[in-house]
């Protein structure tokens, strides 16, 4: 159980397009998901927490025009990169959790997305 | 605010012995989780070990156990009986029950040598 597919695994664009990534929880409803980035080497950083129905909760520094989070449905969220460019590049990895009796608990990954921007 | 430390970039372990990898923390909370997350190559974060601070009993998954101490703020993993496939980076994480968010160290690089 607690399984988190991401889609796509790769993507390469050009600067200036965007590019849409998916997150879903494929055996369990997700109240909240969040976004984090990875550089090579280094710990993951949280960009965005967002609840089903509702706005995503940035953290500082992140833009919310650049990095726009929709949270449809209890088993899907999606983050689109606009306007892309090459210091986009990363490793982007979602992560989805549940709350039970008012606690959140524990987050479980997707396998992550390279973005390559040209 | 709460912050993570991993003051161990990289470990090595013979494969079958066992290895100790540290983490301590910081938070004003009195309510919240701590984990231990595996990476390996393949860059997929796999829940290793989960540890609510309530609880005084130290969590252990087969080969993976914790040593928490909480007047410490310590929270140190033990991987016994270690194996290749235990090779990866591994990410302590402090998570809120507030927020739900997780707050992770830097992360120790584990290899396991044959």
């Known amino acids: 159980g607690a399984v988190v597919s991401q889609h796509p695994s790769w993507v390469i664009c050009k600067s200036g397009t965007s590019v849409k990534i998916e997150c879903r929880s494929l055996?369990?409803?997700?109240?909240?998901m969040f976004w984090y980035r990875q550089f090579p080497k280094q710990s993951l950083m949280l960009m965005a927490t967002?609840?089903?129905?509702?706005?995503?909760?940035?953290e500082q520094g992140v833009e919310k025009d650049k990095f726009l989070i929709n949270h449809a449905s209890l088993t899907l969220s999606t983050l689109t990169v606009t306007s892309a460019h090459p210091e986009d590049s990363s490793f982007y990895i979602c992560?989805?959790?549940?709350?039970?009796?008012?606690?959140?608990?524990?987050?479980?990954f997707g396998p992550g997305t390279r973005l390559l921007v040209l | 605010a709460q912050t993570v430390t991993q003051s161990q970039p990289e470990m090595s372990v013979q494969e079958a012995e066992t290895v100790t990898l540290s983490c301590t923390y910081d938070?004003?909370?009195?309510?919240?989780?701590l984990f231990w997350y595996k990476q390996p190559p393949s860059r997929q974060m796999i829940l290793v070990i989960r540890?609510?601070?309530?609880?005084?009993q130290n969590a252990t998954e087969n080969r993976f156990s914790v040593n928490f101490q909480k007047a410490a703020k310590s929270f140190s993993l033990k991987i016994s009986d270690s194996q290749l496939g235990d090779a990866a980076m591994y990410f302590c994480a402090y998570g809120s029950s507030n927020t739900g968010k997780l707050i992770f160290g830097q992360g120790t690089t584990l290899q396991v040598k044959p």
């Open positions: 938070t004003s909370e009195s309510d919240y989780y």
């Open positions: 540890q609510e601070a309530y609880k005084q």
């Open positions: 992560s989805a959790s549940h709350v039970a009796s008012g606690r959140p608990l524990t987050q479980y």
């Open positions: 967002s609840n089903e129905g509702s706005k995503a909760t940035y």
């Open positions: 055996d369990f409803q997700a109240t909240t």
